[in-house]
């Protein structure tokens, strides 16, 4: 099956190539799993164990193998770590760095990106993202929230607008910003 190009670099190959370098990259001191790769690019394990394989190939990661289990971690030593972190950063970085941020916020019920950024990841024409626009469900402490997001604006080089909507605005929409966001593209953050 042929790959559609890369809808937010187009460096790279493919969408699943910028998700699993973003998780590698942006998260360098943890090691993943070729499954936990592939969940997080939505993609199947083969592909992202292609990926994984490019990877080692050019010294970019190592695998250390625990039995039957291999860890997958990013090397911060190679020369190229610092360029590709920032062209990763730049385009795939929001969806591997957000939910990290906002882990253990209490009243967190889920978390979306949407705007330019994910038109253009579902592949719809529009504007370069010059901006993360996220969407946080939930009754959450909007400060608190606020902050931590703004903890990864200069790790990705942008900003990060963050909206809120309330459980049940989220399920049955009643102001006109949450029926916009809903009837746009949208990337639904992984929070576990």
């Not at 490019?54 to 971690?73: V, Y």
């Not at 579902?122 to 902050?147: F, H, M, Q």
């Amino acid at each position: 099956m042929k790959q559609q190009p890369p809808a937010l670099s187009p460096l790279l190959r493919s969408d699943a190539q910028g998700m699993i370098l973003a998780q590698l990259f942006m998260n360098p001191d943890d090691g993943f799993s070729i499954s936990d790769l592939a969940r997080f690019a939505r993609t199947s394990v083969p592909t992202a164990m292609r990926e994984v394989d490019r990877l080692l190939d050019s010294r970019l990661a190592t695998a250390k193998t625990f039995g039957r289990s291999k860890l997958i971690r990013v090397n911060q030593k190679h020369e190229l770590f610092d360029a590709i972190k920032q062209i990763v950063a730049h385009s795939y970085g929001p969806a591997a760095v957000l939910p990290a941020a906002l882990y253990g916020i209490d009243g967190l019920e889920a978390a979306y990106l949407f705007g330019p950024w994910a038109a253009r990841l579902k592949r719809e024409v529009t504007t370069e993202p010059s901006e993360v626009d996220l969407l946080l469900v939930g009754y959450v402490n909007r400060i608190e929230a606020s902050r931590a997001a703004a903890r990864v604006e200069g790790y990705l080089g942008k900003a990060v607008n963050v909206q809120f909507a309330s459980a049940s605005e989220w399920a049955s929409p009643t102001n006109d910003l949450t029926r916009e966001i809903r009837s746009k593209p949208m990337v639904e953050l992984d929070l576990d």
